[in-house]
């Protein structure tokens, strides 16, 4: 995609969007069918696409089906697969933001740096690390959940003489096909890299902390005679769209309130298991010990075969150090290695982008995944004026498509832009108490759900809270998404252009 407007030091804007993966093109498309078109979107990269665009790995591919995984405004008639690649999910990406004409709103090389609510003028300030500098009167930070790659916090990293791959920052130039390769991590990218690379290394070498649950996967390739319907009948897409939506809809019954149903797909695990790998040693390392669930869900049919192979082996001693030639076992075993790929996930609930923002009286967002600051559903926070969150806290979904939690807050804060402009308002934030009663309903209901069943997973806290997942049916967010509920708002002018006091659900006289 072109840049054509070089980035400008300083400039203004009416709104900012920060990332350019799904959550900050649908913004911006958003923005655009609401008439509204003075806005740019500032990405780190150079390119659209967000995670799409930037885990490039062997075998990645989306767990959750094309039709559903992606823009109910942009359907896409032609996927070739049930679930989507990688590479087709990229080129959808980069299809949706060239058709919607977002080119001359995007700035690449934008890292940001800063975003700053400056008291005295009632506007954010975002500064790049280049030293450019946007100011808005509102930011949409769509910088995503799953964006800032994380290594194992293991002693001797460091030391390693060979090259270390982050499964999100994938380096093709690197040979594998003569390597000893270490691949740290059974989490869903590593079941996804391990199948694609094993045929081609000399040998590979799996660290195992915790066994995840697998299930056979359902994909398949779409058929020419049902993309010529899609294409000709779009209606008949949208009919498998929902098929899908109400089959994983169903799925929040086990997940939130009665883990214990959990049993019967479990059980289709471990024959999923029995039927693949023969050696009743390594099935045994390969069994969980926690309810199907508690972390992601894996699918996959060429995980277990993987691993089973003969030049591959599974080690569950645990890693005590990495050396410059491999990885020290806590049993005092060693493994040779030429290269390691890390799969070990991302900073999530510390990750570094709310860090960056501040709102009133310089209040770091990163408080919102401390349990300091609540949200007003995942979006917006008390004491940050004009700040929009897509997949902000409690957003998250172990079911379904993030697509649509993220169209749904899309719905919300169009809405609440569309209530400041004809409100002659100018600043507008969730009132505190409505927020903690929010947060405080959330925190109350995930304990007893399947993600409070007792494992470790990325969706806690160090402290073992669950500030990413979304304990509930996706239509209930939907509903509550779909209407800006004035009365939950606190609505004010700027500083200087009357009374700057924010007010409850209406606006101060000028
Ligand atoms: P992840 O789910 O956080 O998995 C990280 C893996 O690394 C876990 O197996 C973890 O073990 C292991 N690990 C971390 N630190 C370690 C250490 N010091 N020593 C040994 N093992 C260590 O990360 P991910 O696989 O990248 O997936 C993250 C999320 O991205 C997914 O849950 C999903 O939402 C998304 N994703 C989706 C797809 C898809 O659609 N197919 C693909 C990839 C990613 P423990 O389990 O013991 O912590």
Not at 137 to 160: H, N, Q, R, T
Not at 262 to 286: S, T, W, Y
Request: proline share 7%.
């Amino acid at each position: 995609m072109s840049n054509p407007i070089p980035p400008t030091q300083a400039a203004s804007t009416r709104t900012v969007i920060i990332g350019s993966g799904f959550g900050g093109l649908g913004a911006a498309i958003r923005l655009k069918q609401s008439g509204d078109h003075d806005f740019v979107i500032v990405e780190r990269a150079q390119d659209v696409g967000g995670t799409w665009r930037d885990n490039t790995y062997p075998g990645c591919r989306c767990d959750v089906q094309s039709n559903l995984y992606s823009f109910s405004f942009a359907p896409n008639a032609t996927w070739s697969e049930t679930y989507p690649t990688q590479p087709e999910i990229y080129a959808y990406l980069k299809g949706v933001a060239a058709d919607a004409g977002l080119g001359p709103h995007l700035r690449f090389g934008f890292d940001v740096e800063d975003v700053t609510f400056e008291e005295t003028s009632g506007r954010w300030r975002v500064t790049a690390t280049s030293g450019a500098v946007f100011t808005a009167d509102v930011v949409i930070v769509a910088s995503g959940g799953l964006a800032e790659p994380k290594l194992p916090d293991v002693e001797g990293i460091d030391s390693f003489a060979g090259p270390i791959i982050h499964s999100a920052a994938w380096d093709d130039s690197v040979d594998l096909s003569t390597a000893r390769v270490g691949v740290i991590g059974t989490g869903a990218s590593a079941i996804q890299i391990i199948p694609a690379i094993a045929p081609v290394v000399d040998h590979l070498t799996v660290f195992q902390r915790t066994p995840a649950w697998v299930l056979p996967h359902p994909g398949k390739v779409v058929s020419q005679r049902a993309k010529a319907l899609y294409a000709r009948l779009p209606f008949t897409q949208r009919i498998a769209r929902w098929a899908d939506y109400w089959m994983r809809e169903a799925l929040v019954i086990p997940f939130v309130k009665r883990p214990s149903m959990m049993a019967g797909a479990e059980k289709q695990a471990i024959e999923h298991l029995e039927a693949q790998v023969a050696d009743p040693e390594l099935r045994a390392k390969l069994t969980p010990s926690y309810r199907l669930g508690c972390k992601r869900i894996l699918i996959s049919d060429d995980y277990y075969p993987a691993l089973a192979s003969s030049t591959t082996t599974l080690e569950t001693a645990g890693i005590e150090r990495i050396t410059p030639s491999g990885v020290m076992l806590a049993d005092g075993r060693t493994v040779e290695l030429d290269v390691l790929i890390s799969a070990t996930g991302f900073y999530v609930t510390d990750n570094p982008m709310a860090g960056k923002i501040h709102g009133r009286q310089g209040r770091p967002l990163a408080d919102a995944y401390t349990g300091a600051l609540p949200s007003y559903l995942g979006t917006t926070f008390p004491g940050f004026p004009n700040l929009f969150m897509v997949t902000g806290p409690n957003t998250a979904l172990g079911h379904s498509s993030m697509v649509f939690m993220i169209e749904s807050q899309l719905n919300y804060i169009v809405e609440a832009m569309g209530v400041i402009n004809r409100a002659g308002a100018a600043l507008i934030e969730p009132k505190a108490s409505v927020a903690e009663a929010h947060a405080a309903a959330i925190d109350e209901k995930l304990p007893s759900t399947i993600w409070g069943s007792g494992c470790a997973s990325w969706y806690l806290t160090e402290d073992g809270r669950n500030v990413t997942i979304w304990p509930d049916f996706t239509f209930t967010y939907r509903s509550r998404t779909r209407r800006f509920v004035r009365d939950d708002h606190l609505l004010g002018l700027r500083p200087g252009s009357g009374s700057g006091a924010m007010v409850e659900g209406s606006v101060p006289a000028r």
